[in-house]
């Protein structure tokens, strides 16, 4: 659950900063598919950004974990995204 809080956090963060920066949409749907995808969807998804093979493995280690959180917790954490998303203006 404390990594759900971080991911909260950090997309307030990025969402609601003082100089009302946006947040790219390409983050908010990967913040998305990081609760929802399979690892291949994933991989794919994140593969635009090519990002170093270290960094891949990380983010699936994590979302191994993530993956752990019940299906009803994650839609709940998806929805808190979605509303800080549309407050934001994105």
Avoid: W
């Avoid at 998305?32 to 991989?43: A, E, N, P, V």
């Amino acid at each position: 659950m404390r990594l759900s809080v971080c991911l909260l956090l950090v997309s307030l963060a990025l969402c609601c900063y003082q100089a009302n920066a946006l947040v790219c949409p390409a983050l908010a749907s990967e913040l998305t598919g990081f609760f929802f995808l399979s690892d291949d969807l994933l991989k794919l998804q994140v593969a635009k950004f090519n990002p170093p093979p270290e960094a891949l493995e990380a983010k699936l280690q994590v979302k191994h974990c993530t993956d752990k959180i019940p299906l009803e917790d994650r839609i709940l954490i998806e929805k808190a995204l979605l509303k800080i998303v549309v407050k934001c203006g994105v």
